[in-house]
């Protein structure tokens, strides 16, 4: 009898122990991953969970352009100004925290400048 509720109890702890220990997800970004755009005035995360920006590195040709993110707000949102950009391919590499519980976030993503 014992057998017929390991399984189950198993499956639920590792349901609720994977529950527990998820944290903010980048759920969308603008500019767009991968899009073709006219210069952006600002680079914007959104996220299922509130964060702090704490920096993003923009990279052109190689060479990285300085970012503010001035002082951290938190939000399900997060935005940096970006300076003016010429056309061609950018990568942008971002940091943020987790309000909740401080966890490191760091991720990357591209986008593309028109030369209209």
């Given amino acids: 009898m014992l057998k017929r509720f390991v399984a189950p109890l198993t499956i639920a702890c590792l349901f609720l122990s994977g529950q527990a220990l998820a944290h903010a997800r980048l759920e969308a970004t603008s500019p767009a991953k991968d ?4 210069a952006p005035k600002t680079v914007s995360l959104t996220f299922d ?11 052109h040709d ?7 993110v001035g002082k951290p707000k938190p939000g399900t949102t997060v935005s940096a100004d970006l300076p003016a950009l010429a056309p061609g391919v950018y990568t942008v590499r971002w940091g943020a925290i ?19």
């Fill in 35 to 38: 899009s073709t755009v006219a």
């Fill in 49 to 59: 969970d509130p964060v702090m920006l704490t920096s993003v590195k923009l990279t």
């Fill in 62 to 68: 190689g060479k990285e352009m300085p970012v503010d």
């Fill in 98 to 116: 987790t309000e909740e519980d401080g966890h490191a976030l760091t991720g990357s993503f591209g986008f593309t400048v028109s030369g209209n």
